[in-house]
């Protein structure tokens, strides 16, 4: 064989030996490359559930902020009903009287914006999930289980119980 069939020989081998590193090398990339991706996946999942997690948690702090402020609110809202009900007759028609009443439906407005809303109970049965019985007494003509009276109005905001109404009932 002539030198020059050697070499075009051995040049051969040499390419096809590249030729299989070369694959090689190309299989090993891919192989990366979906490990990366996957671990690409799964990262972004894992961040996507953390965020979603995150979210819940502001909204779960900014409903106990809500409930709790409203809370305060209704208090002051009680004791401006309670002073409206013992307002003497005479003085009712003066015009600081009246002022200082309008405030009760701003109450009543700001309440129904915010998802507030009372309870109604007077008469109803009771319902431990609505009302609270505080006391127990002799319900001249009426059932069993039937509210005698509302002693502090209950609250629902958005749909959930925030304060029962706690309430006399009919033995």
């Known amino acids: 064989m002539s030198q020059e069939k050697k070499q075009d020989k051995k040049q051969k ?15 090993e990339c891919k192989k990366l490359k979906e490990e990366y991706l996957a671990g690409w996946q799964r990262a972004k999942a894992d961040f996507l559930n953390y965020q979603k997690e995150g979210d819940k ?7 106990f902020i809500q409930k709790e ?6 208090a002051i ?25 309008q ?3 701003q109450f009543h407005s700001f309440f129904k914006e915010n998802g507030v809303e009372r309870i109604n109970s007077e008469g109803k049965q009771f319902d431990p999930n609505f009302h609270e019985a505080v006391e127990q007494i002799e319900g001249k003509g009426k059932e069993s289980g039937t509210i005698v009276e509302v002693l502090e109005k209950g609250y ?5 119980v925030i304060r029962p109404a706690k309430v006399k009932i009919a033995k």
Request: hydrophobic residues 40%.
């Open 13 to 27: 081998q040499l390419s096809k030996k590249r030729l299989e590193d070369l694959e090689k090398e190309v299989q």
């Open 57 to 63: 948690r502001i909204e779960m702090a900014l409903n």
């Open 69 to 74: 402020w409203i809370l305060k609110i209704l």
């Open 77 to 101: 809202h009680d004791n401006l009903e309670r002073a409206r009900e013992h307002v003497p007759p005479k003085i009712k028609d003066i015009d600081w009287v009246k002022g200082v009443l």
């Open 103 to 105: 405030i009760e439906g």
């Open 156 to 160: 629902m905001l958005n749909g959930r």
